[in-house]
């Protein structure tokens, strides 16, 4: 074990101990009367043994297993040092076992956190999205019920926000948008016969296809094909410089999530900064997958959840500790006007990826949250997260709408995460529900 490792185990144990030592965590008491109890009945036992000593015979053997050839006060220490370290682990382990029959089937924290955000309420989590920016205004709208506040590092490469530019949304000061970068980069994939795709216009107009192999950053101007250079590997990180703001909030956040957003231009590409991923490695932060609602056609055709959290890895070299996936299935209207635009339903792959029980936790004044597995480490959790409602987008050109004098945008139904279910569904997960 490493200096490093053990200095980190040493001030973990501080910091557990400066925990449980908090008044208000109703512990401590409790401690307390066990001690007075176990004395009891340790004295009681003793009379009973000190009389049976001084009136029946004993065994050799006895003589040694009471240990009466040490000194009296040696061997009093010695026994109640047992004692003491019996009693802890019974406990600790009377605890854990009655913990798994009550609490949420997701949650993975040790008993002195359960304990002590139960009984002292800490301030709402600090969260950095990775997200698009339509998903970002998302979890922004409703964002006071599950964070103390949230800062969106837009994608440097979709195109959909200013080049260095800070955002401030209308409806809190506290949240912004920021560019992870202040030079300018392209996003560009790279698909499975060997043709590269510069910039997110040319990966966005994709409906089908030759699958998507990897994608990979280059500065503007830059020839794509140098900088993969002939190599076969997946991730091809890029050392341009990042700016400090964004790493210090991922170093400071309480909670990384990812999604919702276009996941090969929104999500991805942040993820090939060289100090984004590294800062995303050392953190401590809860990181939370938002699955797409649909898969995006030409892009991530035939995803389901597991395919998500693999790539993430891949790219990012960590592990989600939980996935949000939609459980509400889309109605009629809606699933035929996404399957005629070669979009299918992210789902869980409870086939081929998960095995177990489906827990059902939440509800009341919170959100319902179902546990349908695990993937590489990652609970998988389900729950009504989306919405239908009306969006204007542009009239296809040669559209029977697109007539004289008409409007130049018409109104279409389309599926999208509904904020206030969202919201809901992170404040279970987080906690603070």
Known sequence: ??????????????????????????????????????????????????????????????????????????????????????????????????????????????????VYNYRLPQRRPRVVA??????????????????????????????LLPLGLDEPLVRSATDRMISPVDEPLDVC????????????????????????????????????????????????????????EAIH???????????PGSFYLSILPNLLLDEVAEAIRASKARKVLIANLMTEPGQTDLFDVGDYVRALHAYGGFTLDYVLVNSASADRVISERYAASLATPVVADTDRDFVGSRDTVGGGGGHTLKKIGVEDSTVILAADLATRMAERVPTPHGSRDATPGAPATMSIVVYRHDPAKLASALATLLGVA
């Not at 280059?218 to 794509?224: C, H, I, K, T």
């Not at 909030?249 to 999604?259: K, L, S, T």
Request: with cysteine; aromatic share 8%.
């Open 1 to 114: 074990m490493g200096t490093g490792r053990v200095l980190t185990d040493a001030r973990d144990l501080v910091a557990d101990l400066g925990k449980w030592s908090r008044l208000g965590m109703h512990v401590k008491r409790w401690i307390l009367l066990l001690v007075i109890a176990c004395t009891g009945i340790s004295l009681g036992i003793a009379f009973i043994l000190v009389q049976i000593y001084r009136t029946q015979p004993f065994p050799e053997w006895v003589f040694y297993v009471t240990l009466q050839p040490v000194d009296r006060t040696w061997r009093a220490l010695l026994f109640m040092t047992i004692g003491i370290l019996g009693v802890g682990v019974a406990v600790v382990q009377l605890n854990r076992s009655l913990l798994l029959a009550v609490q949420p089937p997701y949650a993975q924290g040790r008993l002195v956190d359960l």
């Open 130 to 159: 990775f997200a698009g920016h339509r998903g970002f205004v998302a979890l922004q709208t409703h964002r006071d019920r599950f964070g103390e506040k949230l800062l969106g590092i837009a994608s440097i490469g979709d195109g």
């Open 189 to 244: 994939a790279e698909l499975e016969h060997g043709t590269i795709l510069t910039g997110a216009p040319a990966i966005r107009s994709r409906r089908g296809g030759v699958p998507i192999k990897r994608v990979f950053l280059a500065a503007v101007g830059q020839d794509p094909q140098s900088v993969i250079g002939g190599t076969t590997g997946l991730v091809t990180h890029t050392d341009a410089p990042v700016r400090a």
């Open 249 to 259: 909030a991922i170093r400071e956040a309480d909670v990384i999530i990812f999604g």
